[in-house]
């Protein structure tokens, strides 16, 4: 099952099965593969997204370069940096 | 409106609007729910996703067991940082920047100088991971990059106290690290502390002295003074009683003179104390612990 771009229906064209099938069930199995039957996206994952790469969201916590949020947060690595804040009574409260 | 799975169409047969709105227009409104009018997914919400766990994203921030990401980042409770470990391994951080150089743990000041302190040696062999960083006490503590676990200690003279200061914060301030304690509210300060003891030596020495005496000879002289026992004459005249005629004569005598003589010999008790100097050095030391800072050319 693959897509088929949409074709563009002519007058006095005649119909066939094949071309609803291709057209209409087929394109629609594809369409509907990221989503559950009521129309929501199923889940986050590779099943569902070509691409899991999160760099264009915004505020979320994004990595910079090499740092690794694991159970043990490591900076280490290569590039990995903790940068602790700059300044005067820069304590948590 | 559910889905209907879409029907396989063939041909020759009349297909009712009931088949049309199922196949084209309730199935083609499922699809289009998570869209806009544009095509574009609507929005990152649970109306358009059943799931919302981004637990399979890449290059986004997940947090590992137990830290939590707040409004302050917190690492506490089970949570762990560990630091990029080698040379100049965050020296390209910048300011604020920190890491575990060999023995040392290492930072970028404000002004963007790097300093190095020497933690000193609290479990060699630590089994915590080589970077790892954390508050624990009055101090900071990590594990160098031999594994050991190592601390450095600061002061609280001149640092703030702030009931509301978390434990476990943690800032570059001017050129030192400043954090916050483990029951929060006291502020250290890894400072500039080198005390060095100034090296002393304990040095006395002992005036040379030399013990001398000598005892003057000396001579004891007597000499007995010689005596003449003057020679006497016993005389006497014989009464004439009887005659005869008794004579004698006492031998003169001369007591030979004599004279006692003795001389002491001189003598000559002489000792020299050996001059003798006592001297002794401490050798200098210096205290010097390794709480300051070094400056990292």
Do not use: C
């Given at each position: ?42 889940a986050i994952d590779a099943t569902r997204f070509a691409s899991l790469d999160g ?8 990595l910079g370069q090499a740092n690794t949020y694991t159970a043990k947060q490591d ?19 | ?297």
């Amino acid at each position: 099952m693959a897509w088929t771009d949409p074709v563009t229906w002519t007058a006095d064209q005649l119909v066939k099965a094949v071309d609803l099938n291709a057209q209409i069930r087929d394109n629609m199995l594809v369409l509907k593969i990221a989503l559950d039957d009521d129309g929501r996206i199923t889940a986050i994952d590779a099943t569902r997204f070509a691409s899991l790469d999160g760099s264009n969201l915004t505020g979320v916590a994004r990595l910079g370069q090499a740092n690794t949020y694991t159970a043990k947060q490591d900076y280490g690595g290569a590039g990995g940096r903790l940068v602790t804040p700059v300044g005067a009574d820069l304590w948590a409260t | 409106m559910v889905w209907t799975p879409p029907i396989t169409w063939v041909d020759d047969v009349v297909y009712d609007e009931d088949d049309l709105n199922e196949q084209l227009r309730d199935n083609m409104l499922i699809i289009k729910l998570a869209r806009t009018d544009a095509g574009k997914i609507v929005a990152l919400t649970s109306a358009y996703f059943a799931s919302l766990d981004g637990s399979n994203l890449t290059n986004v921030a997940k947090p590992g067991t137990a830290n939590v990401f707040t409004a302050k980042n917190v690492f506490s409770g089970a949570g762990r940082i560990v630091l990029p470990v080698g040379v100049d391994a965050g020296l390209d951080g910048g300011p604020g920047s920190r890491w575990v150089e060999g023995d040392y743990l290492h930072h970028v000041d404000e002004g963007g100088d790097e300093w190095r302190y020497l933690g000193t040696l609290v479990v060699a062999g630590s089994p915590g991971i080589e970077g790892s960083y954390w508050i624990e006490g009055n101090d900071e503590h990590y594990v160098d990059e031999d594994g050991d676990e190592r601390r450095t200690i600061g002061t609280s003279s001149g640092g703030h106290n702030d009931a509301a200061a978390v434990g476990g914060s943690l800032w570059i301030e001017g050129d030192y690290s400043h954090w916050i304690r483990q029951s929060g509210s006291v502020e250290f300060i890894g400072h500039a502390d080198t005390h060095s003891d100034s090296s002393h030596t304990d040095s006395h020495s002992d005036t040379a002295h030399t013990d001398t005496h000598n005892d003057n000879a000396h001579n004891d002289n007597h000499s007995d003074v010689a005596h003449v026992d003057s020679a006497h004459n016993d005389n006497h005249g014989d009464h004439t009683d009887f005659g005869h005629a008794d004579s004698h004569g006492d031998t003169a005598h001369s007591d030979t003179a004599h004279a006692d003589s003795h001389n002491d010999n001189s003598h000559g008790d002489s000792h020299s104390d050996v001059a003798h100097v006592d001297s002794h050095t401490d050798a200098g030391h210096s205290d010097s612990h390794g709480d300051a800072p070094e400056l990292v050319p």
